[in-house]
């Protein structure tokens, strides 16, 4: 199994950045698919980006597309999701994820393990 902290949340204003860490215990992360979702109050955890065991092949939600960057340091143990241009509707808790099967794919089902979530605020 593998144990999954999440860092880097906190409040910024619109057009503003944040890079958000998930740092990996228990296991070696290079094992596991990795991914980011997050979910805003009411609404339904939703995918942000995803990333693969070795970091070649990425995918990410239209809605962030050119905007955030998902990357992976295997040797730190540890994946990054880089947001920049930060809008109001970014405002969520985003959550990091591990998968144990090959592939990219946008629904959180597939993945098994979680981190506790970070809290980020964008202000307009």
Not at 101 to 106: A, D, E, R, V
């Amino acid at each position: 199994q593998v144990q999954l902290v999440e860092s880097g949340g906190g409040l910024v204003q619109a057009g503003g950045s944040l890079r958000l860490s998930c740092a990996a215990s228990g296991r070696t992360l290079s094992t596991y698919g990795m991914g980011w979702f997050r979910q805003a109050p009411g609404k339904e955890r939703e995918f942000v980006a995803a990333i693969g065991r070795s970091g070649g092949s990425t995918d990410y939600a239209d809605s962030v597309k050119g905007r955030f960057t998902i990357s992976r340091d295997n040797a730190k143990n540890t994946v990054y999701l880089q947001m920049n241009s930060l809008k109001p509707e970014d405002t969520a808790v985003y959550y990091c994820a591990a998968r144990r099967t090959y592939g990219l794919g946008p629904s959180r089902y597939d993945y098994d393990y979680w981190g506790q979530g970070t809290q980020v605020t964008v202000s307009s």
